[in-house]
């Protein structure tokens, strides 16, 4: 099955910007789901944004607007352009597939802080 490995996460400001990859070991052309979710200390994991082979995407309201997700089929890579961080932005970020069984990436930090 296909590895997912994140990467691109770090600190940032607020109101600053951050492109995180999610880069699989094989080819993702056949993968109909992948996704990008987050964790913040004490709370659920939650979906921020997905994208379906074929290039319809969803984002959550709280990043509606900031974020955008992105896949290039030929790189095998799932991108999340963030921008406009907030604080509340901060937390742990895994990428997803969907491909026969879930698929999960080990994570990335995100924090956002002066």
């Known amino acids: 099955q296909v590895q997912l490995v994140e990467s691109g996460g770090g600190l940032v400001q607020p109101g600053g910007s951050l492109r995180l990859s999610c880069a699989a070991s094989g080819s993702i052309v056949n993968i109909y789901f992948m996704g990008w979710y987050r964790q913040a200390p004490g709370k659920q994991r939650e979906l921020v944004a997905s994208i379906i082979k074929g290039g319809t995407t969803n984002y959550a309201d709280s990043v509606k607007g900031r974020f955008t997700i992105s896949r290039d089929n030929a790189k095998n890579t799932m991108y999340l352009q963030m921008n406009s961080l907030k604080p509340e932005d901060t937390a742990v970020y895994y990428c997803?597939?969907?491909?026969?069984?879930?698929?999960w990436g080990q994570g990335t930090q995100v924090t956002v802080s002066s």
């Open positions: 997803k597939a969907v491909s026969g069984m879930f698929i």
